[in-house]
Each structure stands twice: as structure tokens, then as C-alpha cells.
């Protein structure tokens, strides 16, 4: 079976646990997943498996994005992506898989991105001190200095304020905390990178 499965983050709330505990988990509507493509490594270089998620219309796909799914006869998808065929398993194109690839107590790494910040300073991106808040001081949330004075210029890498989230996010070692196959949804313990609604990469932890 796959070690990998996409799905849509659904947004968090809390489950109960045997002892009384309460546990703050995220739902996420994972599959199901059809394996499009099989990549070889004696015809692409290396070993992998694409997978389509979310059936789509063809008028929602570009000409290049169904003339190869159409090739490969295996329908029509919103989402490609590529994962790891995991060593010793044995893939066939069309093939379907759902969230049963996973069980309650399994550690997942989870990829998606994150929420997008906007413009933001030095403070609230890189959590910079400030400067002094007495004295009269007006440059309480500023970077403050450079660098040397003799470089007569910024290195690269320094940190500034710019653009803050909207990049790839994975969190590893969440815990599962229960599968739904029926409904097609894993509840994964704590919080998962992006918006509800974001596009996640629910993967096999491996350290």
C-alpha cells in the first residue's frame, strides 16, 4: 500500500479519550486516492508514484493536464502529486487506496502551507526584542542596525521585514488519533500548517 495520501484540512476540534482526557485534534478529509502514473527507474531515473485527488472536469483541466491523464485511462483529477513507493510494495496505475492505509496510534508527517501573513516587521516575523520604550525613543518596533558600517552594505540573509507565511510547512511526528474510512477522515492529534480548507500531504513518520 502507499505510504502517503492527500487530502483537505476540514479545521480542528476535540475528542474524548478513554481515560477522560480531552485531546485537541485536526480533521482532515484525506482520499480517496488513485495512483496515475508509475515512475521507473529504468525509464525516468528513479522510483515513484503519482497520485490524482479530487475528480475534476475536463473543462477544469488544461490541455496538457488531460492529454496525460487521458493516456494513462485512469480519470480525470484536480491534484497530481508524486510520492514514495515504499521499498518491497508493488503499485498498478488506476489503483484506489483511502485512509485505511493508516490506523489510530500511527506517527504522520503532515505538508502543507502555511497561512499567508502579508507584510510584517522585524518584531512580529523574527520576534526581535524592540527597542527601548523610554527615554523618548520613537523606534520601538525597528530593526535597528545592520551590520558593520565599513561593509557600506546589507548581507545577504539578514533579516528584515518582507512577506511572512505562505511557504511549505511540514510538521512531523503528529500522532493519529482515529480514522473514519467511511467518511474518509483522519483525526490527527494537534495542529496541522494552513488554512482550513488548505491542500495537505499526510505521509508515513519516518525518522
Do not use: W
Amino acid at each position: 500500500m502507499p505510504s502517503a495520501i492527500l487530502g483537505r484540512k476540514l479545521g480542528m476540534t476535540q475528542v474524548f479519550e478513554e481515560d477522560g482526557r480531552v485531546t485537541p485534534v485536526t480533521v482532515i478529509q484525506a482520499g480517496p486516492c488513485v495512483v496515475t502514473q508509475l515512475k521507473t527507474q529504468e525509464k525516468d531515473g528513479y522510483s515513484a508514484a503519482q497520485i490524482g485527488f479530487e475528480e475534476a472536469k475536463e473543462r477544469r483541466l488544461t490541455q496538457a493536464e488531460r492529454g496525460h491523464l487521458k493516456a494513462h485511462e485512469v480519470g480525470l483529477f484536480r491534484v497530481l502529486r508524486e510520492i514514495e513507493i515504499p521499498e518491497g510494495e508493488s503499485l498498478t496505475e488506476g489503483s484506489e487506496f483511502k485512509t485505511d492505509i493508516f490506523a489510530a496510534g500511527d506517527k504522520v508527517s503532515v505538508t502543507g502551507i502555511s497561512k499567508g501573513k502579508g507584510f510584517a516587521g522585524v518584531v512580529k516575523r523574527f520576534h526581535f526584542h524592540g527597542g527601548d520604550m523610554t527615554h523618548g525613543s520613537m523606534i520601538h518596533r525597528k530593526p535597528q542596525s545592520s551590520g558593520a558600517t565599513d561593509a557600506a552594505r546589507t548581507f545577504k540573509g539578514t533579516r528584515k521585514p518582507g512577506h511572512m507565511g505562505d511557504v511549505q510547512v511540514t510538521q512531523q511526528g503528529l500522532k493519529v488519533a482515529r480514522v473514519d474510512v467511511d467518511k474518509n477522515l483522519i483525526l490527527v492529534k494537534g495542529a496541522i500548517p494552513g488554512a482550513n480548507g488548505g491542500l495537505v500531504l499526510i505521509k508515513k513518520f519516518v525518522r
